[in-house]
């Protein structure tokens, strides 16, 4: 099944784009230096994972314990 189709398989695809798309800014900042275009939504995130990195972890947390225990 395709993580479109899936709730959980979205959320989790999402989840790990964010944080894909942050650690990759923070170690190579002029790879995602463009705010618009196909890069821009990788740009953008980034800046949701910076901005929102406490909320982030604990999605990434609870996602990853939902997945090995359900």
Do not use: D, H
């Amino acid at each position: 099944m395709s993580a479109l189709f899936n709730f959980q398989s979205f959320l989790t695809v999402v989840l790990l784009l964010i944080c894909t798309c942050t650690y990759i800014k923070l170690q190579f900042q002029t790879v995602l230096s463009r705010k618009t275009g196909f890069r821009g939504f990788f740009w953008k995130a980034a800046r949701i994972g910076e901005r929102l990195s406490p909320w982030v972890g604990v999605s990434c947390l609870l996602m990853g314990l939902y997945i090995m225990f359900f």
